[in-house]
């Protein structure tokens, strides 16, 4: 099997990092929720740089499992997330990883973004831990309506507390591309990232309402014989590096009319 896929080191090394708090500095801590931003090393100029950013909650009133399954129920996420603007997934690259793709929108004049990612998922007893990290797909190369962003890697880290509790922890590092300043990105992530996660609790709440009349019984990411994906080689893919694409971000008038909607 190709190494691109994430071992049982990858699934360590980030369980660990959301559970640091060595070289993170807090942001925000309000209401059961926290920020927290990697400290860049003191020889680099912190505005040049794409930050690390750490978003933890503290979820009474839902279970892991259940915020598991919204975090890989692709269906659902049409219903929740207000700035997507397509989700798919694309071929299995083994019975805990596949590649999919995601755009969404992004306020005027920016052009929409995309971004094509292999996820990849551990689950014990009581912890689930996603991965994602950005790659190239032969078929999926990037388009001229979107600028094809770069997840350098992006996850979640669900610890449960209880029946119906859990830790919830969002980790990234992620580039939108773009002629957005470095700067800008960190600070506007900083600032988002607390509405975001109360957008993913209330999703989780609402998921079991939902799930009841929509294919109740499919949960593919749990029970691999219902996956009818194709299978793909993983050496097919390569990662996707930000300093590869270009720093395109402009929308033509016709563009700018097609649904760029604010978040």
């Known amino acids: 099997m190709s190494s691109i896929l994430p071992d049982e080191a990858v699934f360590a090394d980030f369980r660990r990092q959301c559970l640091s ?22 020889k680099e100029n912190r505005g040049s740089k794409i930050h690390k950013i750490k978003c933890k909650i503290v979820i009474r009133d839902v279970s892991a499992a259940t915020m598991y399954d ?3 129920d692709n269906q659902y996420r049409r219903d929740w997330d207000p700035n997507m603007e397509d989700s798919y997934d694309i071929a299995r690259l083994s019975a805990n990883a596949d590649v999919g793709y995601y755009s969404w929108r ?13 996820r990849s998922w551990k689950v014990t007893d009581d912890e689930y831990v996603i991965v994602n990290f ?8 990037p388009t001229s309506k979107f600028v094809r962003a770069v997840s350098i890697l992006t996850g979640y880290f669900i610890k449960a507390t209880g029946p119906t509790s859990c830790i919830f922890t969002y980790l990234s590092q992620a580039d939108p591309k773009g002629l957005i300043p470095k700067v800008v990105v960190n600070t ?3 600032m988002l990232a607390p509405k975001v996660m109360k957008c993913v609790h209330k999703a989780g709440q609402d998921y079991s309402a939902w ?15 219902q996956n009818t994906l194709p299978m793909m080689d993983p050496a097919e893919l390569s ?12 929308c033509t008038k016709e563009e700018g009319q ?3 909607d604010s978040p």
């Open 21 to 42: 708090t060595d070289n993170w500095v807090n942001k925000y801590d309000s209401n059961g929720m926290q920020v927290w931003v990697e400290v860049p090393a003191k």
């Open 70 to 72: 919204v975090l890989h």
């Open 106 to 118: 992004c306020l005027k004049p920016l052009k929409k973004r995309d971004v094509l990612t292999l």
């Open 134 to 141: 950005s790659v190239k797909h032969p078929k999926y190369p």
């Open 188 to 190: 506007a992530t900083q």
């Open 211 to 225: 799930k009841e009349n929509n294919s109740p019984q499919h949960k593919p990411w749990l029970h691999p014989d």
């Open 239 to 250: 990662i996707q590096r930000a300093d590869s694409l270009e720093d395109v971000d402009t």
């Open 258 to 260: 097609d649904g760029e």
